[in-house]
């Protein structure tokens, strides 16, 4: 489902991402976790179409971008939004749109993008919102919700889009520990579902409960990757041990 | 014919322009009605409103005007037109003819034809009663002496080694000047000492007059059958005794008028006006009116105009990008009022006339878009980035996240800085009185110049301008919070 080739993002001197690899096939959770810096919203950012990188390819389903200094050149507009359009993004600080209601975040792609009459909208919204508890709330306006309840919202207004996969960027760092049961509850139920998900989180208790991989990012390289097993009981790689050290004690 | 059919007739070319943006309405001038321009603000005694009725304009030359074009079987009618303008106005056809003190000088006699002389004016000098410093224009060596630019006064006092000319735009400015000591004589056609200062008590006239003109009319250049109809009119007059009638209800017949009878009292004319103030206030209400309805679609003009820069300049390619930069810079480069002399006087010399109505607010309207263009540009940068990620990320284009997501968050912001441009819009309006357009503070202007009460008009038409940006105000903060997301 989504393919990334040898992808490398540099920004003058600094390597931001340095040939990165790895599938994740239809059905499957795959979570990335690493230290901060270490890449992993960069790259969630490449593979969702809305941050250019240099060399390599994503490829979600049928779409193809390549690096800007690949010698394909860069993906045309149509291509980009091809690719946007197959993958659902799920931002740490949610992106509502502030001046309009739950209701009208969730139907205004489906509606503008996909040309849905508004009945239509409406009715797969309805279903959206109650996938995500949040059908009572269509009407009030992001600004009077908690964290929880917006990203919520958010996850709503991507899966709206019916997109063949989710990217999520940290989706619970900016929430109050309280609400972020229930929006790892709602990415759970995602995954049971058998959405196709890859997930850059620091909850390591999401990774070893839904992921089917994990991949281990350190200074712009993928250093490691395996089952969460693995990962958690024996990894490879020093480094991960270490991450994991810090992460696990808190 | 007055200023009340001008502004009426304003009005109606408001509402054109207003329905249909009408550019190039055609010439004011028909057969039937000689339209002769002229500036009617602080023009006593050639032209200018009663004070006791300041609908109606009088004035000598207001009666030679009637008189003129009963000669030649037609009536007149006034256009206002700012004295600088006059011949300008003419050679773009906006009247007939220009009659309004216009000294017979060589460099006009090349640009446009001019008519035989209907007065004979000299220079007076005048000076305060309790002043013995100047006797006579012998005495002006290093004094400040005031006098109307662009006339012939203005020319002599240029060539006069040690005088200090200060030049004023309206006549009755220099002669209270010299009675508050700001200037030390004014030097100005006898006509206009004779109404102003020969019964004012604290000045007094200094020496005899001197350098004696002729005040002629002036035709287009080519018009030669108005041409000789003018002139037959004018010996007409002149062999009836009519003009010597009409001089000497103005008090202004003087042995200089060839010599044939004695000058007549001193003017009969009372500057001072004992009308109640709310009198003027329906005149005052005409300038508001028509200061409104130009702000309003100028700003209209200027908020659309601003949004296709700013979006040319967002989302243009290689092209579009560099020429939405181009204008925007330079229209904030240059001033208003520049701007509004190339459309109204210069855009003619290409071939594009546009009524002054459509240029003014053309002008205002273009000149305000620069403004509005970089305030939606700030606006727009004001709203979180994450908001562009996210529409992107769900499939829109640029268009669309233009159009519904940044555009929409961007007006809250850019809503008291509009309102504050608006308001601003409304005052800059009064700008276009230069390309003949009677707004709030023209009809101030006038109206106070020839009462002569010019605080209390002033404080008038200061309330009439609060009254129009004040709802303004109130109306962006409502809307602010209506906007607010709740």
Known sequence: MIACLGIEKRFGEKTILNRIGFEVPRGE???????????KSSLLKCIGGLSPFDRGLVRIGETKIHGSLSPEGPPSA????????????????????????????????????????????????????????????????????????????????????????????????????ETVGDV???????????????????????????ADRVLVLDAGALIETGTPEKIFRAPDHERTRAFLKRVLNH | MNVFHSIRRLCFRLAWAALLLYAGTPSPVSAAALVYGADAEGGAPYIFPDPQNPEHLIGFEVDLAEALAREMGRSARHAQTDWDSLIPSLVRGDFDIALNGIEWTEARERKVALSRPYYIYSQQLVVRAGDPS??????????????????????????????????????????????????????????????????????????????????????????????????????????????????????????????????????????????????FLPLLARGAWVTLVLSLIAMSLA???????????????????????????????????????????????????????TAAVLGLGINYAAYETEIYRASIDAVPHGQTDA????????????????IPQAVRTALPPMTNDFIALLKDSS?????????LTKSYNMLAVSSMRFLELGLLTAALYLLMSFPLSLLSSRLERRLAPS
């Open chain 1, 29 to 39: 959770v795959v979570v990335v976790i690493g230290p901060s810096g270490s890449g």
């Open chain 1, 78 to 177: 149509a291509t980009l939004r091809e690719l946007r359009l197959k993958a659902g993004m799920v931002f740490q600080q949610f992106h509502l749109f502030a001046h309009m209601t739950v209701l009208q975040n969730v139907i205004e792609a489906p509606m503008q993008v996909l040309g849905l009459t508004r009945k239509q909208a409406k009715r797969r919204a309805e279903q959206v919102l109650m996938k995500v508890s949040m059908g009572g709330l269509a009407g009030r306006y992001p600004a009077s919700l908690s964290g929880g309840e917006q990203q919520r919202v958010a996850i709503a207004r991507s899966l709206a889009m019916q997109p063949q996969c989710v990217l999520f960027d940290e989706p619970t760092s900016a929430l109050d520990p």
């Open chain 1, 184 to 210: 790892l509850g709602v990415m759970k139920e995602l995954a049971r579902e058998g959405m196709t998900m890859l997930v850059v989180t620091h909850e390591m208790s999401f990774a070893r409960e839904a």
């Open chain 2, 134 to 279: 100047i006797q006579s224009f012998a005495d002006v060596s290093g004094k400040r002496v005031a006098t109307l630019k662009g006339t012939a006064a203005n020319d002599l006092l240029d060539e006069t080694p040690g005088a200090q000319p200060v030049l004023y735009e309206g006549q009755v400015e220099p002669y209270r000047d010299l009675a508050l000591g700001r200037v030390d004589a004014v030097l100005l056609d006898t006509p206009i000492a004779a109404y102003y200062a020969r019964s004012q008590p604290g000045l007094r006239y200094a020496g005899k007059p001197l350098a004696p003109g002729k005040y002629v009319i002036a035709i287009r250049k080519g018009d030669t059958a108005l041409l000789a109809g003018i002139n037959a009119a004018i010996a007409s007059l002149l062999d009836s005794g009519e003009l010597h009638r009409i001089y000497a209800r103005w008090g202004l017949w003087n042995e200089a008028q060839r010599g044939l009878e004695n000058p007549a009292q001193a003017p009969a004319v009372s500057e001072k006006s004992a009308e109640s103030l709310w009198f």
């Open chain 2, 303 to 357: 908020i659309t105009l601003g949004l296709v820069l700013a979006l040319m300049r967002r989302l243009g390619g290689p092209l579009l990008r560099p020429l939405a930069v181009g204008i925007i810079e330079f229209i904030r480069g240059t001033p208003l009022l520049l701007q509004l002399y190339i459309i109204y006087y210069g855009l003619p010399g290409i071939g594009i006339r546009l009524d002054a109505f």
């Open chain 2, 391 to 406: 529409a992107l990320s769900l499939g829109m284009t640029p268009w669309l996240l233009y159009r519904r997501i940044l």
């Open chain 2, 431 to 439: 700008l276009v009185s230069i390309i003949t357009i009677v707004e």
